[in-house]
């Protein structure tokens, strides 16, 4: 069973910076995307960056020029600096991996982390 665990998530205040982290552990070949997908109270989940394996990076526009994606493909680890964070930036912040290719699958499956939360405040 493949699992992602995400961390590095807490209260900063505005201007402030995070970085998060995502682990995922089990039984794993490789994995074609990671990324990052949040989720703000009464709002529904949004796109915030995702990473290829070829190393092509995504962001959505709210974030570009302070978000930061990066990927280690050899620890199945998955980044995000987060710079200049704005209160608008609260949210859960979800770890996806799409594609996660397991020893014997005909197919890659998609996977989610449980969630961090990040509360930018002052």
């Known amino acids: 069973q493949v699992q992602l665990e995400e961390s590095g998530g807490g209260l900063v205040q505005p201007g402030g910076s995070l970085r998060l982290s995502c682990v995922g552990s089990?039984?794993?070949?490789?994995?074609?995307?990671m990324g990052w997908y949040r989720q703000a109270p009464g709002k529904e989940r949004e796109l915030v960056a995702t990473?290829?394996?070829?190393?092509?990076?995504n962001y959505a526009d709210s974030v570009k020029g302070r978000f930061t994606i990066s990927r280690d493909n050899a620890k199945n680890t998955v980044y995000l600096q987060m710079n200049s964070l704005k209160p608008d930036d609260t949210a859960v912040y979800y770890c996806?991996?799409?594609?996660?290719?397991?020893?014997?699958?005909?197919?890659?499956?998609?996977?989610w982390g449980k969630g961090t939360l990040v509360t930018v405040s002052s």
């Open positions: 996806y991996a799409h594609g996660v290719w397991e020893p014997g699958a005909y197919y890659g499956l998609d996977y």
């Open positions: 089990g039984s794993i070949v490789s994995i074609n995307v």
């Open positions: 990473f290829t394996r070829g190393g092509n990076s």
